[in-house]
């Protein structure tokens, strides 16, 4: 399973952060990882310099073979909060698209 992070202009990207979101989307997804060919991670500042609270977003897209992908979305007041809350909705949708897919 591939994992590509990309973030905004207003978000500051490191290749140590890009390793900590593929480590722990690799652990999280381990379960489904021989059907999952690649996890996109996009992470943006909704307000920009802007103050405001739950404005960070993470957008989570699994490529799932012989599913469309499974996108989920997620706010919070930081960077570590929108991620997770995003990781524990894909971990829910890719589980309800796979059982729907095996009860077909």
């Given at each position: 399973m591939q994992v590509h992070v990309r973030t905004d202009n207003n978000i500051?990207?490191?290749?140590?952060?890009?390793?900590?979101?593929?480590?722990?989307?690799?652990?999280?997804?381990?379960?489904?990882?021989?059907?999952?060919?690649?996890?996109?991670v996009s992470l943006s500042d909704e307000n920009a310099h802007k103050e405001g609270s739950n404005d960070k977003r993470c957008l989570l897209e699994a490529r799932v073979n012989g599913l469309s992908p499974v996108v989920v979305t997620n706010l919070g007041e930081n960077i570590d909060v929108a991620f997770s809350g995003a990781l524990d909705k894909l971990e829910k949708s890719l589980e309800t698209a796979i059982e729907k897919q095996r009860s077909y």
């Open positions: 500051e990207g490191s290749a140590r952060m890009a390793a900590y979101f593929t480590e722990t989307i690799q652990a999280a997804l381990d379960r489904f990882a021989e059907r999952i060919t690649r996890v996109d």
